[in-house]
């Protein structure tokens, strides 16, 4: 009685006689006998092959085939070899260690759908004259040693943190260019802001001297820029004495006072303008 999916080989007297297919088969005793029965299902071998890439890494590398028995070849596979997986296996051991030495870490990672179909190409060659069909072959992982595993951690995560240092950099120097930016155009505001003031106390003065002149006779722009020194004098005096009063900095101020310190304090002034522009 064969199984589904099997075949039974028999002898008639220790010599190949026929194959049995799967369902009832009447032998003819004692001279036939079944020899072996043989299994048309696709199995599967499991390979590790230890080999060393072209950058001398050392890797190991599980490797899947899948095979089957030609059903017409079921006598060739039975005869010509006696252990078939360590023949495949051999076939493995061949194609993984003649096509990782071409190939650095990281590109066999990246090539092992290419590895797989050379190996499965000179498998599927060299089996057919034994009566096997190789119907695939996977490589199913590739493990470094656990020093080498370590060390492409660390690589990876050192450039992840050179990354986000390079991001941070760039977002701090963003910030001090804004910084500046910022500083450079309030700058600019204050000192628009200062000219105005000036052009505005200017303009001031000028329409004051123009209205003093004309309301007062005899009275010239000398006298008027005297008036006008004078009162922004006692204005400086008041405003020091209620600072010191309210505790501020600048308590004591000397000051020289007299009946002709506004007329020494416009010719310092006047002085100063002139030997300003005279450098100039």
Do not use: W
Request: proline share 4%.
């Amino acid at each position: 009685m064969v199984p589904e999916n099997q075949v039974a080989v028999v002898e008639t007297c220790g010599k190949f006689n026929r194959i049995s297919a799967p369902g009832l088969d009447l032998l003819k005793c004692p001279f036939e006998a079944v020899r072996s029965v043989v299994s048309l299902k696709i199995q599967q071998l499991d390979v590790k092959c230890d080999t060393k890439t072209k950058d001398n890494v050392f890797v190991s590398v599980n490797v899947a085939v899948l095979y089957k028995v030609v059903p017409e070849e079921v006598v060739n596979a039975y005869y010509k070899l006696t252990d078939h997986r360590a023949q495949m296996r051999s076939y493995v051991f061949d194609g993984i260690r003649s096509s990782f030495p071409k190939l650095d870490l990281d590109d066999s990672f990246a090539s092992k759908k290419d590895i797989a179909g050379h190996v499965l190409t000179d498998m599927r060659a060299s089996m057919k004259v034994y009566g096997y069909a190789i119907v695939d072959c996977l490589i199913t992982d590739i493990n470094p040693d656990a020093s080498v595993q370590r060390a492409m951690n660390e690589i990876n995560a050192s450039q992840r943190l050179r990354e986000a240092a390079n991001y941070k950099a760039d977002a701090e120097k963003i910030l001090l260019v804004k910084a500046a930016e910022a500083d450079s155009e309030s700058k600019y505001l204050v000192g628009v802001g200062v000219a105005k003031q000036r052009k505005a106390i200017m303009d001031g003065l000028r329409n004051s001297i123009s209205e003093f002149s004309s309301s007062v006779e005899g009275a010239g722009p000398k006298d008027v820029m005297d008036l006008l020194l004078m009162t922004q004098y006692f204005d400086t005096l008041k405003d020091v004495g209620v600072r010191g009063a309210q505790g501020g900095p600048g308590k004591t101020l000397f000051l020289p006072h007299g009946p002709n310190a506004v007329t020494q304090l416009r010719q310092e002034l006047k002085g100063s303008f002139m030997a300003g522009l005279a450098k100039k």
